[in-house]
């Protein structure tokens, strides 16, 4: 019994407070007790920002390329015609098809595909500029459209537009019109015309204005006459003769409206250079002995200080350039080798513009271009095959000459350098231009029309 007792064990008493003690579970090697633990990069959060910038970077790069790409591809692609005018105030038709138009910095575009088209722009008040244009693969036709000023004919005879002259004080325009019957005037600001004479003229050969452009002076085939321009009162127009005999080559001077420069040739065998301070032509003064030149043209300068003199004799060799001064009354031969057979002033009357006939038979019109001071200094030949009357000077130091044969409009500069502008000249023959510095409008016409485009661009 004592051996049994030593043996057996007898289990601990187990309070009611006492909790049992669960068995001791094994607890397995986390990987990291396995593996080796992995050394940290003490740089790798600034490696990962440069990677992340490297990959943005070439991601930039990437798309600036794709849009320069695409760029390329769109303007080499895209075709159409870009108008030069600043607002879309006019409908376009396309070969009768109307066209959308998108304003862009230089003016109104029109997408179309390449190929001929007759383009056709309207504007409320006057008659729609055609034209047609040829657009290549790519190709963008630049134009600068024009607009003509004088209504459609309602008789079967062709209208007509002749003895254009610019008022002096650059705001309008005047011209005789209706086949040499009515004074037209063209305000340039608002672009209105209105007839300012009613009853029909007959047989004039020459218009020129006064400085107040209230009376026009008109040659008839008996004479010369004082054509009242009426502003208001359209009843009682006048006119006048101007009874003077042995006269020619009448000119108004252009800061003053009744002193007229002339030729008088009496039957005595004088023929001088007179000025009268009396449009009527009651009394004058004779200026200078013209008997070396046949039949002048006279050319007021914008200043009144000179007065140009064109010998118009049937032998073009001996059409030289005179000028006259006013203010020291001398008579001085400008030019000796002949062929001139045009001239005017630039705006500031300090520099001569002349024609000179042309033998050459690639010009295409028959006369080039020449230069000097009023004294006869720095001749200077411009290289130019033009003719003055299709000329307008912009400023002192530049004129605008159309270039018919690229469909250009060049401006020239005295110094040398040119510009070329796109222009759509109409099919008819340039007679002449004006511009108007004011409103940046230029004027220029056909035997058959007159048109406003405005430069402003």
Same mark, same amino acid.
């Given at each position: 019994?004592?051996?049994?007792?030593?043996?057996?064990?007898? =289990?601990?008493?187990?309070?009611?407070?006492?909790?049992?003690?669960? !068995?001791?579970?094994?607890?397995?090697?986390?990987?990291?007790?396995?593996?080796?633990?992995?050394?940290? +990069?003490?740089?790798?959060?600034?490696?990962?920002?440069?990677?992340?910038?490297?990959?943005?970077?070439?991601?930039?790069?990437?798309?600036?390329?794709?849009?320069?790409?695409?760029?390329?591809?769109?303007?080499?692609?895209?075709?159409?015609?870009?108008?030069?005018?600043?607002?879309?105030?006019?409908?376009?038709?396309?070969?009768?098809?109307?066209?959308?138009?998108?304003?862009?910095?230089?003016?109104?575009?029109?997408?179309?595909?390449?190929?001929?088209?007759?383009? =056709?722009?309207?504007? !409320?008040?006057?008659?729609?500029?055609? $034209?047609?244009?040829?657009?290549?693969?790519?190709?963008?036709?630049?134009?600068?459209?024009?607009?003509? @000023?004088?209504?459609?004919?309602?008789?079967?005879?062709?209208?007509?537009?002749?003895?254009?002259?610019?008022?002096?004080?650059?705001?309008?325009?005047?011209?005789?019109?209706?086949?040499?019957? #009515?004074?037209?005037?063209?305000?340039?600001?608002?672009?209105?015309?209105?007839?300012?004479? *009613?009853?029909?003229?007959?047989?004039?050969?020459?218009?020129?204005? #006064? +400085?107040?452009?209230?009376?026009?002076?008109?040659?008839?085939?008996?004479?010369?006459?004082?054509?009242?321009?009426?502003?208001?009162?359209?009843?009682?127009?006048?006119? @006048?003769?101007?009874?003077?005999?042995?006269?020619?080559?009448?000119?108004?001077?252009?800061?003053?409206?009744?002193?007229?420069?002339?030729?008088?040739?009496?039957?005595?065998?004088?023929?001088?250079?007179?000025?009268?301070?009396?449009?009527?032509?009651?009394?004058?003064?004779?200026?200078?002995?013209?008997?070396?030149?046949?039949?002048?043209?006279?050319?007021?300068?914008?200043?009144?200080?000179?007065?140009?003199?064109?010998?118009?004799?049937?032998?073009?060799?001996? %059409? %030289?350039?005179?000028?006259?001064?006013?203010?020291?009354?001398?008579?001085?031969?400008? *030019? #000796?080798?002949?062929?001139?057979?045009?001239?005017?002033?630039?705006?500031?009357?300090?520099?001569?513009?002349?024609?000179?006939?042309?033998?050459?038979?690639?010009?295409?019109?028959?006369?080039?271009?020449?230069?000097?001071?009023?004294?006869? #200094?720095?001749?200077? !030949?411009?290289?130019? $095959?033009?003719? @003055?009357?299709?000329?307008?000077?912009?400023?002192?130091?530049?004129?605008?000459?159309?270039?018919?044969?690229?469909?250009?409009?060049?401006?020239?500069?005295?110094?040398?350098?040119?510009?070329?502008?796109?222009?759509?000249?109409?099919?008819? %023959?340039?007679?002449?231009?004006?511009?108007?510095?004011?409103?940046?409008?230029?004027?220029?016409?056909?035997?058959?029309?007159?048109?406003?485009?405005?430069?402003?661009?």
């Amino acid at each position: 019994m004592a051996e049994h007792a030593e043996t057996e064990q007898s =289990e601990p008493e187990v309070s009611a407070h006492t909790k049992p003690t669960p !068995d001791k579970v094994e607890e397995k090697p986390t990987e990291e007790a396995i593996s080796p633990k992995k050394a940290v +990069h003490p740089f790798a959060k600034s490696i990962q920002r440069a990677q992340r910038r490297r990959l943005f970077t070439i991601l930039g790069v990437c798309v600036a390329a794709l849009s320069i790409l695409w760029g390329i591809i769109y303007y080499s692609t895209r075709s159409g015609i870009l108008i030069l005018e600043s607002e879309k105030n006019f409908t376009v038709t396309l070969n009768g098809k109307a066209a959308k138009l998108d304003q862009e910095k230089d003016g109104v575009f029109i997408h179309a595909r390449p190929g001929v088209y007759r383009l =056709e722009l309207s504007r !409320d008040g006057y008659e729609p500029f055609i $034209a047609d244009i040829k657009i290549a693969s790519g190709g963008i036709v630049k134009l600068r459209p024009i607009f003509s @000023v004088l209504p459609k004919t309602t008789t079967t005879s062709p209208t007509t537009v002749d003895y254009v002259r610019p008022s002096l004080d650059h705001k309008s325009v005047y011209y005789l019109g209706d086949n040499r019957q #009515t004074i037209y005037r063209v305000e340039i600001a608002n672009k209105v015309q209105v007839p300012i004479t *009613t009853e029909p003229l007959q047989g004039v050969s020459d218009m020129q204005w #006064t +400085h107040s452009a209230d009376v026009a002076l008109i040659q008839l085939p008996d004479g010369y006459y004082l054509q009242e321009i009426p502003t208001y009162n359209f009843q009682n127009e006048v006119r @006048v003769k101007i009874t003077q005999p042995y006269i020619s080559a009448l000119v108004f001077d252009p800061n003053s409206s009744d002193r007229i420069a002339f030729v008088y040739s009496p039957p005595t065998g004088e023929h001088s250079l007179a000025f009268s301070n009396d449009r009527n032509i009651t009394s004058f003064d004779r200026k200078a002995d013209i008997g070396a030149i046949t039949n002048p043209k006279l050319i007021w300068s914008p200043s009144s200080d000179y007065v140009l003199l064109i010998d118009r004799s049937g032998d073009p060799t001996k %059409n %030289n350039l005179w000028i006259y001064r006013t203010t020291d009354g001398q008579l001085v031969q400008l *030019t #000796t080798s002949g062929n001139v057979t045009d001239a005017t002033f630039s705006p500031d009357s300090g520099t001569i513009l002349y024609e000179v006939r042309s033998t050459d038979p690639s010009n295409p019109v028959g006369s080039t271009l020449s230069v000097m001071r009023p004294d006869g #200094t720095d001749k200077k !030949d411009l290289g130019i $095959a033009g003719k @003055v009357t299709r000329t307008a000077w912009k400023d002192a130091s530049s004129f605008y000459l159309p270039d018919l044969a690229h469909n250009n409009l060049t401006l020239y500069q005295l110094g040398g350098s040119q510009t070329s502008i796109p222009f759509s000249f109409p099919s008819g %023959n340039i007679q002449g231009m004006n511009y108007f510095p004011e409103d940046q409008v230029l004027l220029f016409y056909t035997a058959q029309s007159i048109y406003l485009s405005d430069l402003a661009k």
